[in-house]
């Protein structure tokens, strides 16, 4: 099982009747094993923290956080509710561990900070996932062996231990500081039509011995240290900087589910622009990349499921629409959700107020559910500027979220459960359109959203404040609306997904993969058997990129069905397959390529579990199981003579845009292909002065006539512009020079 170890500690805790006297409690009531295992299944990326405190970390350091797949997650800091970390939990009559009774308190039942009072896991947290990793070799260089290039396993192989068809299911019971157990299952799809959302479902069961009165649970989604896997070339936090540094806090913010004829609870976000800077940033337009949009998704959660009255018995619980009763944006600061405000119970009264909707009253949604308390949308307010209707809001403040509130539900007795269910994640414009829509608008040629239901809003409320009135911004900013129907359409197969028991078609194996850069192009080896013993198995599909850079794409190179398919006996690293060979041609010789094998199933036209947009459709294998991270580089054929040898670009301009096209760091496109090569040669690279700066052995083990000089000296400095001669010695004393030129 792959759970990170994050720390081991003992809570130091209470100041008693003003005096100094420090309580080491170190026994269970504020022990927590503190692991973390990791989400990581379909495009929403998320950490499950078994205590239900924080975890800092970096999908960087997990391994492989893929790009051009669009993977998010937040790093789970500050009691984000994704996976059920962070709930804020609030009743009239608690009780806290020194006896004092608290007429209204909320309690954030993380253990990470000293005001909570601490938790203990009861039972342990367990990480399955259905599929073993698959193999994956990739022979990159050419002049090293084979290497095994898969990420290590995050959750133990086990389709039993699957709910209905997801892919990777976490559970893990802890005790909360109201006496409260809370029992959670986080669970995700790999399918392409279920990819972008997880789901928590989460049991409170009173075990505190008495009745909590007027009780609420309340969760928090933010939109603040989020990772995003759209890239890297700018950081976001080098986009504008100043007070822009961090965009992502610049959000509009939207509740569908308050008033009569809502058919979702959906709570989402999505960018805003900067009212502190002229022009128009919403969906953060890269202009150094074309104007590639940054920012284009919306984050969401939508509730599948809230108990309507506190329950002993399963088949008692009833859901309630009219739950979450209580929505609203708040700034941290602003309610005193901090440390030091939170430490006393003197303070937690105004808490507990936020919490059952007191902020929800000062600018109340018009026409909700009677009875429920909903602030207006910071998007309805006819305002540009995001933060003018949300006091204590704007730029300075970082922590800011939405939250909502279960509640109240008047007696919660000891023994009574409260079961909900929600799904967090994200839609919006993919990367590709983002790309598209960004350059489009940058020059002037971007065309309007076709058929929006608003011609001057598109799908944004009827009287949303553009930042501009331009009308090439508009038209950007109608592409960015179009996430709103995205939202509503992955929130509707999420709902779907529960109401038919989790049983959405399942996604197939994923297959074993080698890949080698040959004289011939790139042969890609693969194997999924049991995807091909799979009802309705339709084929494979080879996927392949150039290069690394924030703005290429995986694309369709190939795809076979069933009948097309002739199988072999194959190897992928030492283990015999009977698979298949392809060998892919059509590509520039040198170049940088990352490839990709899915094995595909056609869903049903009849299968009545399906979300009816996909009946008939195609789904192939996750995308985040085969890890490749790594490039490969054709190679050509070994060269005849020595004065066959080729030297390009010759001359080498640092600037050329050809180079680009060989999947170059546009940063720093360093390459020089020496063409031609024999099976065995050194090759020693001197000034224009007879300094040798750099030997290069070449005799690869796939015997190939091409080799990739990253223009680095034997010193691994880079050389300057100039003029270079290379000499060429076979091990049979042959020797021919070739002259150089490098522009820098």
Request: aromatic share 12%.
């Amino acid at each position: 099982m792959k759970i990170i170890n994050k720390r081991t500690k003992q809570k130091l805790l209470l100041v008693i009747n003003m005096t100094l006297l420090l309580v080491l409690f170190s026994g269970d009531f504020l022990q927590a094993d503190d692991q973390t295992a990791i989400i990581r299944m379909g495009k929403y990326w998320c950490g499950v923290v078994d205590d239900g405190g924080t975890a800092t970390f970096s999908y960087g350091s997990l391994s492989w956080f893929p790009n051009d797949y669009n993977c998010q997650g937040p790093t789970v800091q500050d009691g984000t509710s994704q996976t059920g970390s962070g709930f804020l939990m609030a009743a009239t009559n608690w009780q806290d561990p020194l006896g004092n009774v608290i007429p209204k308190a909320a309690v954030l039942w993380s253990p990470d900070t000293d005001y909570n009072w601490g938790q203990m896991v009861t039972v342990p947290m367990t990480d399955y996932v259905r599929w073993p990793m698959p193999l994956n070799y990739i022979l990159q260089p050419a002049d090293t062996e084979v290497e095994n290039k898969q990420v290590e396993q995050w959750g133990v192989p086990d389709a039993t231990k699957m709910i209905g068809t997801c892919d990777q299911v976490v559970e893990v019971t802890t005790q909360g500081p109201m006496g409260v157990e809370i029992h959670r299952k986080v669970f995700a799809w790999s399918q392409q039509y279920h990819d972008n959302y997880i789901v928590c479902d989460v049991t409170l069961t009173n075990k505190s011995g008495k009745t909590l009165t007027d009780f609420y649970l309340n969760l928090h989604q933010g939109n603040y240290y989020i990772s995003k896997a759209a890239g890297s070339d700018p950081s976001v936090s080098d986009l504008y900087g100043g007070s822009a540094a961090n965009p992502e806090r610049y959000t509009w913010h939207h509740y569908d589910g308050a008033k009569p004829g809502d058919s979702l609870r959906i709570y989402y976000m999505y960018h805003a622009d900067n009212p502190e800077r002229t022009g128009d940033q919403m969906g953060l337009p890269i202009y150094n990349q074309d104007g590639r949009l940054f920012l284009p998704e919306m984050h969401f959660y939508t509730i599948l499921h809230a108990s309507e009255k506190p329950y002993i018995n399963d088949g008692d619980d009833v859901d309630d629409f009219l739950q979450p009763k209580v929505t609203d944006v708040f700034s941290r600061p602003l309610v005193g959700l901090t440390e030091e405000y939170a430490k006393t119970n003197a303070n937690r009264p105004k808490l507990y107020d936020y919490v059952a909707g007191y902020s929800a009253t000062i600018n109340p949604t018009e026409g909700a559910f009677a009875g429920t308390f909903h602030q207006k949308p910071n998007d309805e307010f006819g305002e540009a500027n995001w933060s003018a209707s949300l006091p204590g809001l704007g730029s300075a403040s970082t922590f800011h979220s939405r939250y909502c509130s279960f509640g109240p539900y008047t007696e919660f007795k000891n023994g009574e459960k409260l079961h909900f269910i929600y799904a967090s994640g994200y839609a919006g414009l993919s990367l590709e359109k983002a790309k598209e829509v960004g350059e489009k608008w940058q020059n002037g040629t971007l065309e309007d959203v076709p058929n929006p239901p608003d011609p001057r809003t598109g799908y944004f409320p009827g009287n949303f404040a553009f930042p501009t009135n331009d009308e090439n911004d508009l038209r950007k900013n109608r592409w960015l609306s179009t996430g709103i129907d995205s939202v509503h359409k992955a929130a509707s197969r999420a709902k779907w997904n529960y109401e038919h028991n989790w049983q959405v078609p399942m996604a197939p194996e994923p297959p074993h993969m080698w890949v080698q850069g040959t004289g011939e192009g790139t042969e890609i080896r693969w194997a999924a058997p049991d995807a091909e013993s799979m009802d309705g198995f339709y084929g494979y599909r080879l996927l392949r990129r150039v290069g690394r850079s924030d703005t290429v794409f995986y694309q369709e190179v190939k795809h076979w069905t069933a009948d097309e398919l002739t199988a072999e006996p194959i190897e992928i690293g030492d283990t015999p397959f009977t698979g298949y060979k392809y060998i892919d041609e059509n590509i520039l010789w040198g170049a940088s390529y990352y490839y990709y094998v899915q094995a595909g199933v056609r869903v049903a036209e009849n299968d009545l579990n399906a979300y009816p947009t996909s009946r008939g459709k195609i789904l192939w294998s996750g995308r985040v199981w085969s890890t490749s991270r790594l490039n490969v580089s054709p190679e050509r054929a070994i060269g005849g003579k020595l004065t066959d040898i080729r030297i390009v670009p010759n001359p080498y301009n640092i600037a050329d845009p050809v180079l680009l096209g060989y999947g170059l760091d546009a940063d720093d496109p360093r390459m020089l292909l020496f063409f031609n090569l024999p099976a065995r040669c050194t090759i020693k690279i001197f000034t224009e002065s007879g300094d040798l700066i750099k030997t290069i052995e070449h005799a690869p083990l796939s015997k190939a006539g091409l080799y990739q000089w990253n223009m680095l000296t034997d010193n691994q400095q880079a050389i300057s512009s100039g003029i270079y001669i290379a000499v060429f010695e076979t091990p049979e004393g042959e020797v021919s020079y070739q002259k150089f030129i490098v522009v820098r």
